[in-house]
């Protein structure tokens, strides 16, 4: 059962576009297993057309139709409930398909991070710890969200199990750690570029 889902502030941004496409990837993640979330979306989508539709027409910039198809031509998350099984792949789902992955980079011990898309604003990848783990207490410039696709964390109070999303804001320090006794995998992104912490030693180790 998925407890853990992105702010509306996060998830109206996505359905209008506006989310950087490193951070969109945890997006579409969570949102493929939560039917909670995707109404959301459907509803900020629809009230975003009214508005615009609503809108006194104004002349549009010459790159706008390119704009308007690039975005048409984005693949969208299919909907489906998450896919369960063994190894690594079958953890990802469908709207990561399309993504293509660097090497696995041990990080720390008990931990290794795989990125997966280095966008003009943020960074993506898949993190992996193994149980016990504790993250290093890290902070960061701009929003960081984790999607859980296998396996569990807690970080304060907080749970989080596959299909949770956690959503930090900058400058909030946090500490997960790793419960349970199968290895954490999730998707995280961020959208710093002068990352701190965790993704920052990753981010000198893979040269971003
Ligand atoms: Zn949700």
């Known amino acids: 059962m998925i407890r853990h889902h992105p702010s509306d502030a996060t998830l109206t941004a996505y359905a209008g576009g506006m989310l950087p496409e490193a951070l969109g990837l945890v997006v579409a993640a969570h949102l493929y297993g939560c039917a909670a979330c995707r109404e959301t979306r459907a509803m900020a989508e629809a009230v975003g057309g009214a508005v615009m539709e609503a809108l006194p027409p104004t002349a549009m910039t010459e790159d706008a139709l390119a704009l308007v198809l690039a975005r048409a031509e984005r693949p969208m998350p299919r909907v489906a409930p998450l896919s369960r099984g063994e190894g690594e792949r079958s953890l990802l789902p469908p709207p990561l398909d399309a993504c293509s992955f660097g090497p696995w980079r041990r990080i720390a011990p008990g931990l290794r991070f795989r990125r997966m898309f280095a966008g003009e604003?943020?960074?993506?990848?898949?993190?992996?710890?193994?149980?016990?783990?504790?993250?290093?207490l890290h902070s960061h410039t701009g929003l960081e969200l984790t999607c859980v696709l296998g396996g569990s964390f807690v970080d304060g109070a907080d749970r989080y199990a596959a299909g949770d999303l956690a959503?930090?804001?900058?400058?909030?320090?946090?500490?997960?750690?790793?419960?349970?006794?199968?290895?954490?995998?999730c998707i995280i992104a961020t959208e710093g570029v002068r990352l701190h912490g965790l993704l920052g030693v990753a981010q000198r180790l893979l040269g971003g």
């Open 121 to 136: 604003r943020g960074i993506a990848g898949l993190l992996e710890a193994m149980p016990g783990k504790v993250l290093p």
């Open 167 to 185: 959503e930090v804001d900058e400058g909030q320090p946090h500490r997960p750690e790793v419960d349970g006794s199968v290895p954490c995998l």
